[in-house]
Nanobody
Framework: QVQVVESGGGLVQAGGSLRLSCAAS????????ATWFRQAPGKEREFVAF????????NYAPSVKGRFTISRDNDRSTVYLQMNTLEPEDTAVYYC????????????????WGQGTQVTVSS
């Protein structure tokens, strides 16, 4: 069973940047769609961005499009989320999730999750 571990979260001022990483165990990372979700206090977990297995297709939530960039390195079994021009509304726990076959923006479609990394954006 593949496992994932997120890192790179922290406290940043509005307008700043952070890069999150999600490292997967095992040799089958290239078989998975990789997706970032986030969950703010008192809110449901929401889709942020996904990237397909070969990295050629990505998709973003409207709230982050143009500010966040998802990428992956299959040789390193790692997916990244570069977050620029951060806003206080981006404050949340960010989760990495994997699934096989076709991508999805639905939380329910994923069965491999990391423990999350906290991102806090101060105003």
């Amino acid at each position: 069973q593949v496992q994932v571990v997120e890192s790179g979260g922290g406290l940043v001022q509005a307008g700043g940047s952070l890069r999150l990483s999600c490292a997967a165990s095992g040799r089958t990372f290239a078989f998975y769609v990789a997706t970032w979700f986030r969950q703010a206090p008192g809110k449901e977990r929401e889709f942020v961005a996904f990237i397909i297995q070969n990295g050629e297709v990505t998709n973003y939530a409207p709230s982050v499009k143009g500010r966040f960039t998802i990428s992956r390195d299959n040789d390193r079994s790692t997916v990244y989320l570069q977050m620029n021009t951060l806003e206080p509304e981006d404050t949340a726990v960010y989760y990495c999730a994997l699934k096989t076959n076709i991508p999805s923006a639905s939380v329910k479609a994923y069965d491999i999750w990391g423990q999350g990394t906290q991102v806090t954006v101060s105003s």
